[in-house]
């Protein structure tokens, strides 16, 4: 078979993903905390970059004062324009990076506005160190740890402890099979028995047990006095304790309800996780990206920009910049430019992002007005292709707006991603309500339930269509559990 060079021509298209388009896309993902990191270290990297100092007026001045110019991005950035870019079409040029860029105009204009480059604030050396004002919690593996160096052991047992302490979950509980920790720790199972034992000894009381029978039974041992019921029911009848069936303990055990009620009540005091109390118990505070509030009849969107910085171009820069076109720097010039370019890109991302959280905040607004003025249960069904169509953009764009970031209502406090949910149609045949608005409708029943008389998922299949919703059992079981709540014979309650 012959073989021969030939030349073609082929026309295709390709989508380039630039690195201003990347960090476009990035910047649009990121909550407001996440974005303020970002632009930091992009001032820290980028010289060009500083803050714009906070006018007079706008120092005292809280979402809830804004107005609805004021809380419109396009608004701001029209406002906003003139103290880093002053004509669109130069900074078009400028990203571009044309080469017939006017930049002596443009360092011009920069030059009109009075500014000064901030200066550092002195440290103050009488305050401690950063080191100084740190805590740290002791951790569970640390208090086991320091327990275990108390005890009198051979080096292979002290090996085996260091190794089941280092396979124990959050809850206290051992993750690994103990033969296989002896065998690493190269000690027969039995003698691992006895120092899994000491162990479980340790505080907290019942830690390394291997489920919660053990646990319990560990905590039981040590009551003063021993309560033998308590101890027989938790080895043989933790089951029927579970399912609160007490008249079948009672009369497993030949004993009157009333001894097991109150044996019961002794457990439900035991520690059914001992690791617990050393679990990282910090709270988590949720800052909002935006504020919706009612004014009049009319809701108005606020955007959270406290603690964002207001970027402009340094002046000191500027001044280069002019230095470097008169004595024709090549090499500072180009350093310029490609820094007033990265700049300038990221203010315009900023700007875009910002305009475009406003427009699919205030899409999601129309569409559920009366989820805004009445709650949970009037949250009507909505996809992310809904809002991509009122606002011309793609659903993905969508998802990244949408993803962790929350809104701050008149109603509390949610991810915007909360707004879109699926269907559930109703029983007539009418306006289908959103899948979040059953799920409140289950709770408040579950809620005001008679704790001795629970309602089954039955039950509340028959409530739910007798307010005109149509769904199935297993429907209510799977929403139940997404809610983390009790199937009824668990939350039955008799003592």
Same mark, same amino acid.
């Given at each position: ?95 571009? *990076? $044309? !080469? ?18 901030? /200066? ?8 401690? /160190? ?18 275990? /160096? ?21 809850? *206290? ?52 006095? %021993? ?30 309800? !009333? ?16 690791? %617990? ?29 406290? *603690? ?11 001044? +280069? ?17 490609? $820094? ?34 009445? *709650? ?23 998802? %990244? ?44 029943? +579950?809620?005001?339930? !008679? ?38 014979? $668990?939350?039955? $309650?008799?003592?």
């Amino acid at each position: 078979m012959a073989l021969e060079i030939k030349q073609s021509l082929r026309l295709s298209q390709q989508l380039v993903m630039t690195p201003q388009l990347q960090q476009a896309i990035k910047l649009l993902q990121l909550n407001r905390m996440e974005l303020a990191e970002v632009v930091n270290q992009e001032m820290m990297e980028n010289p060009v970059l500083e803050e714009l100092a906070e006018t007079p007026e706008g120092e005292n001045q809280t979402p809830a004062d804004a107005t609805a110019e004021n809380a419109d991005p396009e608004a701001e950035q029209r406002r906003d324009e003139e103290s880093f870019v002053k004509e669109k079409p130069q900074e078009e040029q400028l990203v571009a *990076g $044309k !080469d017939d860029f006017n930049w002596e105009s443009y360092v011009e204009e920069f030059n009109s506005s009075s500014s000064s480059a901030p /200066s550092m604030r002195e440290i103050n050396e009488e305050l401690p /160190s950063f080191e100084n004002v740190l805590t740290k919690t002791t951790s569970l593996e640390d208090h086991l740890a320091w327990q275990l /160096s108390m005890v009198t052991m051979t080096d292979a047992e002290k090996k085996l402890g260091e190794l089941i302490i280092g396979n124990l979950s959050d809850d *206290g509980y051992l993750n690994a099979n103990l033969e296989d920790v002896a065998k690493e720790a190269k000690i027969e199972l039995e003698d691992a028995e006895e120092v899994l034992k000491i162990i479980q000894n340790f505080d907290p009381l019942g830690v390394g047990s291997r489920n919660l029978q053990e646990c319990l039974a560990i905590q039981a041992k040590f009551m003063n006095p %021993r309560q033998p019921l308590v101890e027989q029911i938790i080895e043989h009848h933790l089951g029927d304790l579970e399912r609160k069936n007490y008249q079948s303990v009672a009369k497993a055990l030949g004993v009157p309800l !009333d001894r097991i009620i109150e044996a019961t009540r002794l457990i439900l005091e035991f520690e059914p996780k001992p690791g %617990r109390s050393f679990h990282a118990s910090d709270t988590q505070y949720i800052t909002p990206d935006i504020y919706v509030y009612k004014v009049a009849e009319e809701f108005v969107i606020v955007l959270n920009e406290d *603690g964002m910085p207001k970027l402009r171009i340094s002046p000191y820069y500027k001044n +280069i910049l002019a230095a470097a076109q008169k004595d024709q720097n090549k090499v500072t010039k180009e350093y310029v430019q490609d $820094k007033l370019r990265s700049a300038v890109w990221l203010i315009r991302s900023i700007h875009n992002r910002q305009k475009t959280i406003y427009k699919v905040t205030e899409a999601i607004v129309r569409r559920q007005r009366d989820f805004f003025e009445k *709650g949970v249960q009037h949250l009507k069904p909505m996809i992310l292709k809904d809002v991509a169509n009122d606002i011309g953009m793609h659903e993905s764009t969508i998802s %990244r707006v949408t993803t962790n970031k929350f809104v701050h209502t008149p109603v509390g406090i949610f991810e915007l991603k909360y707004f879109f949910n699926s269907s559930i149609n109703a029983a007539d045949g009418s306006d289908s309500l959103a899948s979040e608005a059953v799920k409140e409708k289950i709770r408040q029943m +579950i809620q005001k339930e !008679d704790p001795k008389n629970p309602l089954s998922d039955q039950k509340i299949v028959e409530l739910l269509r007798a307010d005109n919703i149509d769904i199935a059992r297993r429907t209510v079981a799977k929403y139940r559990d997404m809610l983390g709540i009790l199937s009824s014979g $668990k939350r039955k $309650k008799i003592i």
